[in-house]
């Protein structure tokens, strides 16, 4: 018999808070970290108008690791376009490094249009996550009939691998933790760090998981906003940049991980990256699916300001969509839509690529020491001796 009532008490503390901005911990800006750019409100992806987020974070047990049982340190979050409303929106996805999936991805590219949730996990949940938004989607009828009630979809399903910290192979994300996160998916300020699907995911060497972000571009360019969400379980120490000042090269070997319970240093010419990143884009410009992918086609371009490089063992998935256009798809009638001229996009990229950098940096703000399988253990990073270095370089506000 599964054990409900812990999952429950993880609900109601890491959950519940995630929407009331006044308990919100200090994110990397409030330290004065300098970033690009003005935000919008909650300077998340919820920014853009409808999009909803939620997360169910699973934390259950210690010690050594028995495959079905634990320790689990995982989870799931889900991101809907337009709150609980179907209503599918043009969309695009780009992959830098392919080591990771994205399912659905296959279908976006053909119709141009994103017509269902989005869902991040670890990467042994992908099959019962991918089933269990299937199920959602019946349920509430989140689909457009082709008569008689005939539909079919593919669920948007991304991925990133906790197997250093969660018991990966053990099966722990359930339909109803699925439909938990659905439950809890709203508007406003998104918790970030170890929640949802980035519970267990490791970041530069140091505890990473879920970060957001958020632009808004002057009237003169529209007054779009543009909102970024990431699941960063990718680089290594040494590649570790912030607002240009190489952090990890002088956090080299500050904090290395815990491996069995036994230290872990981290040396220079340790530069292995064997780790992924997912990245959400969300935008209210009228844009097209072909101008959806350039948007995605700019992420790198944010992660390589953090020191990313798209390693060999990295799974770098992004996707981008755009609310504008309510209604534009239809199974029988012809729709029309309005449109950015490309001369105009260029202030979508540069937002694009100011609003990931810090969703990054939001995450590694977040995130806190944890122990999983095995004693083993990853540090959050050091934000007063970041802080101090930046000082150094003479790279505070």
């Known amino acids: 018999m599964r054990i409900v009532a812990l999952r429950v008490l993880v609900f109601i503390t890491l959950l519940f808070p995630t929407f009331i901005s006044a308990q919100s911990p200090r994110r990397a800006r409030d330290f004065g970290i300098p970033f690009d750019g003005r935000t919008g409100k909650f300077n998340a992806i919820t920014d853009v108008p409808g999009v909803e987020v939620g997360h169910t974070t699973l934390i259950e047990g210690e010690g050594p690791l028995i495959k079905g049982k634990g320790p689990v340190r995982t989870g799931v979050t889900v991101l809907l376009p337009r709150g609980m409303k179907f209503d599918p929106v043009f969309a695009n996805w780009y992959t830098l490094n392919g080591n990771g999936d994205m399912t659905g991805t296959h279908w976006i590219t053909e119709s141009g249009f994103l017509e269902t949730p989005i869902l991040i996990t670890n990467t042994g949940s992908v099959g019962v996550v991918r089933d269990a938004a299937w199920q959602w989607m019946d349920q509430h009828h989140y689909y457009s009939a082709f008569g008689n009630d005939f539909w079919y979809a593919y669920p948007v399903v991304a991925e990133t691998w906790d197997g250093f910290m969660n018991d990966i192979n053990g099966e722990h994300v359930k339909k109803e933790d699925v439909f938990a996160a659905f439950d809890n998916a709203k508007g406003g300020a998104v918790a970030e760090g170890s929640v949802g699907g980035g ?3 490791i970041c530069y060497s140091f505890k990473g998981g879920i970060g957001t972000a958020s632009r808004v571009l002057p009237k003169s360019q529209g007054g779009y906003t543009v909102g ?5 379980n990718h680089g290594s120490r040494y590649q570790l940049t912030i607002a240009g000042v190489p952090v ?8 290395g991980l815990v491996l069995d319970g036994k230290p872990v ?5 340790s530069r ?10 969300a935008t209210d410009a009228p844009l097209l699916p072909n101008q959806l992918k350039r948007i995605a086609q700019r992420v790198p371009l944010g992660i390589t300001r953090t020191g990313g490089i798209g390693g060999n063992g990295s799974g770098d998935i992004f996707i981008a969509f755009s609310t504008a256009n309510p209604k534009a798809f239809s199974n029988d009638s012809v729709s029309a839509v309005s449109l950015l ?17 810090e969703s990054i940096m939001n995450a590694l703000v977040a995130g806190k020491t944890m122990t999983g399988i095995n004693g083993n253990k990853v540090f ?8 101090k ?5 003479n790279r505070l506000k």
């Open 265 to 269: 240093g981290i040396s220079s010419a």
């Open 389 to 393: 270095i930046m000082k150094k370089f």
């Open 380 to 387: 959050g990073m050091p934000v007063e001796t970041v802080l």
């Open 341 to 357: 001229p490309n001369s105009l996009i260029n202030p979508l990229f540069e937002a694009t690529i100011q609003a990931t950098e």
């Open 228 to 232: 970024v969400l990431v699941q960063c």
């Open 199 to 201: 519970t267990g995911m």
């Open 272 to 281: 292995q990256e064997t780790g992924s990143i997912i990245v959400v884009v």
């Open 248 to 255: 990890g090269k002088e956090l080299q070997d500050t904090l």
